[in-house]
């Protein structure tokens, strides 16, 4: 019997490795040639997946929200509302090396976009995440208010903004100062600011 390949694992194997060079070494360093050399294969063998650099990189961003999606879709709507919620927020911060790993390559990417004058395309997917990252800040603070948790007179517009500011900052801080940015701090600081809007008896 021929060997089956699955093409979508294969792509996505090439699109680890270059989170890996691009963590180790910056995201100037991965070309083709490194990335091939990183996953163990040639580059002929990459570029049968991806023609060119700008359709790999494409994918290895795409690939970050994808795996912060479907972790999203995954997620079992159990407990309080409350409860619910920080299961959502632990999603898109970096807890663990998976979503340590999603963070450092997002944060690689967005430098880059930001140095460069010619990144539309990537700016286009930065901004693609950041929007979804927002997005979910609004449908969660949506979710508690029509569940009547929240405080009176909150300005859920503003609120939606501090929330997107707050998981940004916990996880700039972890990838700056891991130590002392630990999962277990990223947890108890995303608790506080979420129990800071709570109503007294909801």
């Known amino acids: 019997m021929p060997k089956i390949v699955d093409h979508a694992t294969r792509r996505e194997e090439i699109a680890e490795a270059l989170w890996r060079v691009v963590r180790r070494d910056g995201i100037r360093a991965a070309s083709v040639r490194t990335v091939a050399a990183e996953a163990g294969w040639s580059a002929g063998a990459v570029r049968y997946y991806f023609p060119d650099q700008d359709g790999l990189l ?30 959502y927020l632990d999603e898109v911060l970096p807890l663990d090396a998976e979503r340590r790993a999603e963070f450092d390559v997002w944060l690689a990417f967005t430098a880059q976009a930001r140095a460069e004058s010619d990144a539309g395309a990537l700016q286009e997917h930065l901004d693609t995440v950041h929007n ?20 009176d007179g909150l300005d859920l517009r503003r609120e939606v903004d501090l929330l997107h500011a707050v998981l940004d900052g916990l996880a700039l801080h972890a990838a700056i100062q891991p130590e002392r940015t630990t999962p277990s701090r990223l947890r108890q600081l995303m608790r506080h600011h979420l129990e800071s809007l709570m109503a007294e008896n909801p």
């Open 58 to 87: 494409s994918f290895a961003m795409d690939l970050v929200s994808r795996r912060v999606t479907e972790r999203i879709g995954a997620i079992e709507p159990k407990g309080s509302v409350q409860t619910i919620v920080l299961r």
């Open 132 to 151: 979804g990252l927002r997005e979910l800040c609004e449908s969660l603070l949506r979710s508690l208010a029509d569940a009547g948790v929240l405080r």
